[in-house]
């Protein structure tokens, strides 16, 4: 590990602060602590003094934004922040108005004194540029009441696009060179090794970019909604039902809502619409508007789920894709020695899907891309629940997925121009250890990604016996189904 974070700075941060981060709200476990290290900060050849906090582990490394900002006042890099007890600003392309105490050492006798201090790691609301970012950071008052925001140092990186290492434990910037990674070495260094399964992949051509453990069956969660939206879709095309049709929600609907696995309070009875149940399963993950979408187009959600794995085989999806319900909640088997299932996949077989979805129906992106959509037949605001829609220019979707068993997950889709035209990035991310290790990976992979499609970088191989092209990929499906009806 010390040769990799000579290299990267980012080697263990995701591993070691998923064990105490939850998906929502403050972050915190009992006996965490941020204990302050003064560290050497050198910046195109010259050196400065940074405020370090390293929160319960060794290198699980936040840098002062305040100092940083001006020891790269002046170079291509610069930026000004103001940080506030509720809110971070930063501009970039212009000179830090400095406020007092930057590049100042934290008091040696606090630091004798093996002081802690007490920061909540949280999405404090910060803008940068005028645009807003989801960001877990530590902010308070550091000295006489002026607040700092410290900030992961790797996405520091990744905001600023500049290369940042380590070496010997002090932190270099070239402000000469843009970020990357070397997929390699992070998979030697087991980078990947903290989610069970990756896959990188160009959705315009069928490429695979890059891949871990991508045949491993593993529980999908949320993604699944995918397939859901997949058969509405179809029964939208087909005619069998209407975007702005009235649903009603049913007994079996409103008791989810009202459980723990609840996202919008909805009443038996309740007059709603396809179109409203979409955007609630798909930006706010609604299980309860899944299951209504279910049971609408299908009569049932039973039924429904054999439409779902009926469209699976025609996929060509392998034999681990199982769906149990429409919203990839946890289900039991009604044996008496009952079993907890849930909708499993492979990262291989969601990208099938997912770029068999983008080829069909395209204007999901159109949904999945927004950051936020009313309800009003619910009463309800829809919010996004991929940070990358926020963190990552030019994210188009698609979906969350979070269970105890599945653990974190995260598709996501990128719109890239290059040379030859326009490609749609896909990272699949499945049984990341926290919401935040499964944003930051899948952020690593579409930044990798760009660097391929924009920069000629080397990937792997694809499979020629496969379809390659979302057009290659439609018409395999329509020869299967040719096939099986003759």
């Not at 629940?385 to 996501?412: D, E, Q």
Request: charged share 25%.
């Amino acid at each position: 590990m010390n040769r990799f974070r000579r290299l990267l700075c980012f080697s263990l941060i995701p591993l070691v602060i998923c064990a105490w981060l939850i998906p929502q709200g403050v972050v915190r476990a009992q006996g965490e602590q941020e204990a302050p290290e003064n560290g050497q900060l050198h910046v195109n050849g010259r050196t400065y003094t940074v405020k370090l906090l390293n929160v319960t582990y060794t290198n699980n490394t936040y840098v002062s934004l305040r100092d940083m900002a001006a020891a790269l006042s002046g170079t291509e890099k610069q930026f000004d922040v103001s940080v506030s007890k509720s809110e971070i600003i930063i501009n970039t392309g212009i000179p830090y108005g400095a406020r007092g105490g930057e590049n100042e050492p934290f008091d040696e006798e606090v630091m004798e004194a093996d002081f802690t201090y007490n920061f909540n790691l949280k999405t404090t609301p910060m803008f940068m540029d005028d645009v807003e970012l989801k960001r877990f950071t530590l902010v308070g008052s550091v000295t006489d009441g002026v607040y700092d925001c410290f900030i992961n140092v790797p996405e520091l990186a990744l905001m600023l696009d500049t290369k940042m290492t380590f070496d010997n434990d002090e932190l270099y910037v070239d402000t000469s060179e843009e970020f990357s990674v070397n997929m390699d070495e992070l998979e030697e260094d087991e980078f990947f090794m903290a989610s069970r399964s990756c896959l990188l992949a160009d959705a315009t051509t069928g490429e695979i970019l890059y891949e871990y453990e991508p045949d491993r069956t593993v529980l999908i969660a949320s993604t699944s909604k995918l397939m859901t939206y997949l058969l509405v879709m179809d029964a939208i095309s087909e005619g069998k039902i209407g975007m702005y049709d009235t649903v009603y929600i049913s007994d079996a609907v409103s008791r989810l809502s009202y459980g723990e696995d609840g996202v919008v309070r909805l009443d038996t009875d309740l007059e709603t619409n396809v179109n409203e149940l979409i955007k609630g399963m798909l930006l706010a993950s609604s299980n309860e508007c899944a299951m209504a979408l279910a049971e609408y187009v299908a009569g049932t959600e039973t039924e429904f789920v054999k439409l779902m794995n009926a469209k699976a085989e025609s996929l060509g999806l392998s034999e681990s894709t199982r769906f149990y319900n429409s919203n990839g909640l946890p289900t039991y088997t009604d044996d008496v020695v009952t079993a907890k299932v849930q909708n499993r996949s492979t990262a291989n077989d969601m990208f099938t899907l997912v770029k068999y979805l983008l080829a069909v129906y395209p204007q999901v992106t159109e949904i999945t891309s927004m950051k936020e959509a009313s309800l009003p037949s619910m009463g309800f605001l829809a919010r996004n629940t991929n940070p990358l829609i926020y963190n990552v220019k030019g994210t188009i979707g698609l979906k969350t997925g979070t269970t105890n068993g599945a653990m974190c997950c995260l598709i996501s889709a990128k719109d890239v121009t290059c040379g030859d035209g326009d490609h749609i990035l896909v990272s699949l991310v499945f049984g990341a250890e926290s919401n935040v290790l499964r944003s930051f990976v899948s952020e690593i992979l579409l930044d990798y990604g760009t660097d391929v499609l924009t920069k000629g970088r080397t990937f792997s191989p694809k499979d020629s016996t496969k379809p390659q092209t979302a057009e290659e990929l439609v018409q395999a499906v329509l020869k299967t189904a040719d096939r099986k009806l003759n």
